[in-house]
């Protein structure tokens, strides 16, 4: 599941930047400046860093041509790479960046509108909502949804498919542009041979081609068959809703053994954001912690904050109470995307701007409509 919706800094709301943008970097002991991370090469020295079996301390990481290429005790790896000057993250943490297994990018102009619905939306807004796009507001759709996704720490992205009468390409085109890492969904419900999309995009730093199926009764069961063969060979996922209504949920719950699905601790939250869900979308061997061969898709966030202080427990604090205004920097493959929340490579308030403009055009060309209880009187 995507975590946009839970609480501390898996998905935390608000516009980010904060007062760290306002001043210009974050502010506090050990200040960080972006420069720091330009280059093809980076020494870097967190305070704390978030490795799959917990948080450390006196680490550093080698990051070269946008990978981790070595971790390992500050001291030794500063001796062994003399030529780098590494850059120290005081009161930062350094931590993967989180993996959205399930988005639909060209659907963020219908954001509130789909509040207070019953269960099956699709029908009654994502569908329509898609099917009035063009080829310019599906672009500044899914750019929008990109930066929004960058802005709550995700440098990963599984996009599900679009329904919206445009090629693909331009989703793609505007995650890429954003710096978002995606895998991107070509919808194949009707038996097209989705061969097409799979070699695309064979070999792309960030693009990471998908098939998929929108829910199992759109398609014959020969057709879904053919499709995860497709797949399978291709080394793929292939994504399809399954358990997304109350009917099927329910179904599903009589056939399972059910569990408590608060228990856990806060390695298990943050596994699942990251590790877990990099697995689940097939992207294990590529990203989702940080880890020597990985891809550098990671996040610098800021410690020196009221809400995690005093730290007791730094995984727990960074599921419940971390919020995105903490995260400094946003790196993916090596190259830094955002930094206090805005992007440094391209005009992200031109497109907020854009997508102002865009949006409610759409809404209406959809004919969406709310419908809101009566007051009473």
Not at 90 to 104: E, I, K, S, T, Y
Not at 299 to 304: A, G, I, P, S, Y
Not at 336 to 359: K, Y
């Amino acid at each position: 599941m995507g975590l946009t919706g839970a609480g501390g800094l898996l998905g935390a709301a608000g516009l980010g930047g904060g007062e760290a943008a306002a001043a210009g970097g974050p502010h506090g002991k050990g200040a960080v400046r972006p420069e720091q991370f330009h280059g093809g090469a980076h020494l870097l020295v967190p305070e704390v860093l978030l490795l799959p079996d917990g948080p450390v301390r006196d680490r550093a990481v080698l990051v070269r041509d946008g990978t981790f290429r070595a971790i390992g005790p500050a001291r030794q790896l500063i001796a062994a790479h003399r030529d780098l000057h590494p850059v120290r993250l005081d009161g930062h943490l350094l931590m993967p960046g989180f993996v959205d297994a399930h988005h639909h990018l060209t659907q963020s102009f219908g954001k509130a509108r789909s509040f207070g619905r019953p269960s099956e939306i699709f029908k009654t807004v994502w569908e329509p909502l898609e099917h009035a796009l063009d080829e310019e507001s599906a672009y500044v759709s899914a750019k929008l949804a990109a930066l929004e996704a960058l802005r709550g720490g995700f440098t990963t992205v599984a996009d599900a498919g679009t329904r919206a009468p445009v090629d693909v390409g331009v989703v793609a085109r505007a995650t890429e542009e954003a710096g978002l890492r995606c895998v991107l969904s070509e919808i194949v419900s009707h038996g097209a041979d989705g061969q097409a999309h799979l070699g695309r995009w064979d070999g792309h730093p960030l693009v990471h081609p998908s098939l998929a199926i929108a829910v199992p009764e759109d398609a014959p069961g020969e057709v879904i068959k053919r499709t995860a063969d497709l797949c399978a060979e291709a080394g793929a996922v292939l994504q399809i809703h399954v358990n997304e209504h109350l009917a099927s949920v329910e179904r599903s719950l009589k056939s399972v053994a059910a569990g408590d699905s608060s228990c856990g601790a806060g390695r298990m939250w943050l596994e699942h954001a990251t590790a877990h869900s990099a697995d689940a979308v097939g992207l294990g061997s590529v990203t989702g912690e940080i880890a020597v061969g990985k891809a550098a898709d990671f996040l610098v966030v800021d410690l020196d904050v009221p809400e995690l202080t005093p730290s007791y427990d730094l995984r727990w604090e960074l599921v419940r109470l971390a919020h995105r205004d903490q995260i400094t920097a946003v790196v993916v493959g090596g190259r830094l995307r955002l930094w206090c929340g805005r992007p440094l490579d391209w005009d992200g308030p031109a497109l907020v701007s854009r997508a102002a403009e865009l949006g409610p055009e759409v809404v209406r060309r959809a004919g969406l409509h709310r419908v809101e209880p009566p007051r009473p009187a």
